[in-house]
């Protein structure tokens, strides 16, 4: 039983167009939301975060959308470039006091940037 | 240096053994984590050390998973009599506070198990 799903398991998108990237929770306890990155080989690192008390958090060429009452989060980068191409990863963490203490990640999605 | 630190990077071994995992956080933080990451998967949370204990070990799969963290820095993932099925990458993860208190995870690179 999937918590975070990441229903595009690939996403292809033209370098200094906008990548829009999709996430899907169930877990109403969720409160905090991370975008991690992870490239071939490496270990994920963290890229943008969320509390559930805001609707929008903006970093650079990445902004992050929270839609609670819908239960979905979405990463838009832009404009895109080439070294965005990697596995982005949704992740979501409770309050303590609510299930394990641990980040629940989904599937991922691979964002390929075509030149 | 200065990020997560983990050995070996890869490991093969025959069904039935046993291996150990080791992780090396950064300098200061408290909370540790190990993630599995299965092939087309998500890392999926196994345990959470706050210091020395073991503050929460619901997602480890079976009693032939164990980990410890004795002086609160280095942590082992220990796994016995292992099954193909535990073939995958194991990220360990450590940070200042606990993912419940916003603070965000640092990974490490991973080792890659494979069981034969």
């Known amino acids: 039983d999937q918590q975070v799903k990441q229903n595009s398991p690939s996403l292809s998108v033209q370098e200094g167009r906008i990548s829009i990237l999709n996430c899907d929770y169930t877990n109403s306890m969720f409160d905090y939301f991370l975008w991690y990155k992870k490239y071939p080989a490496e270990g994920p690192t963290f890229l943008i975060s969320i509390s559930s008390i805001k609707d929008k958090n903006e970093d650079g060429r990445f902004t992050v959308f929270l839609n609670k009452s819908a239960k979905h989060l979405s990463l838009h980068i832009v404009p895109s470039q080439p070294g965005d191409s990697a596995v982005y990863f949704c992740?979501?963490?409770?309050?303590?006091?609510?299930?394990?203490?641990?980040?629940?990640f989904g599937k991922g999605t691979h964002l390929i940037i075509q030149p | 240096g200065a990020g997560v630190s983990q050995t070996p990077s890869n490991k093969v071994t025959e069904k039935g053994k046993y291996v150990e995992l080791r992780c090396d956080p950064i300098s200061g933080h408290t909370a540790l984590y190990w993630y599995r990451q299965s092939l087309g998967q998500g890392p999926e949370f196994l345990i959470y050390?706050?210091?020395?204990?073991?503050?929460?070990d619901s997602g480890l799969p079976n009693d032939r998973f164990f980990a410890v963290r004795p002086e609160g820095s280095v942590s082992t993932l220990k796994i016995q009599r292992t099954e193909r099925g535990d073939s995958a990458v194991y990220l360990c993860a450590s940070s200042l506070t606990s993912a419940a208190n916003t603070g965000e995870l640092f990974f490490g690179e991973g080792s890659r198990l494979t069981v034969l």
């Open positions: 050390f706050q210091g020395t204990g073991a503050a929460d």
């Open positions: 992740a979501a963490s409770a309050n303590s006091g609510g299930g394990a203490d641990g980040l629940t």
